[in-house]
């Protein structure tokens, strides 16, 4: 997932020219990673609590690459709920340290 963030603009680039309909099947795609990445029900079925730590955050970072990445992209996220989702994030991490 590191890595992903690199090589993501030239490849959406060249898909978009390439094969439109493939791009958008990467598109909704990303977005559901993206919304499952940022998904603490999700993170705290890894079985062993650093794997839930480094699912939340690579989920962040890698929220943080996709949301510069593609103006269409960053507006499907929000209508999808993405502000939602990082805000509870945020309020559940803030309050699990108090």
């Known amino acids: ?3 992903l963030g690199n090589i993501l603009p030239s490849g959406l680039a060249c898909l978009s020219v ?3 309909a493939m791009f958008d099947s990467a598109v909704n795609t990303l977005t ?3 919304l499952e990445s ?3 029900q999700s993170a705290m079925r890894q079985p062993e609590t650093p794997f839930k730590v480094r699912h ?3 989920g962040i ?6 949301l510069v990445l593609y103006e269409n992209l960053t507006t499907k996220l929000l209508v999808c709920g993405l502000e939602t989702k990082s805000s509870k994030l945020f309020f559940r991490m803030s309050f699990s340290y108090q």
Not at 61 to 66: C, R
């Open 32 to 34: 559901d990673w993206t």
């Open 38 to 40: 940022l998904n603490t």
């Open 56 to 58: 939340l955050k690579m």
């Open 61 to 66: 970072k890698f929220a943080g690459q996709i």
């Open 1 to 3: 997932m590191e890595e």
């Open 18 to 20: 390439v094969d439109p």
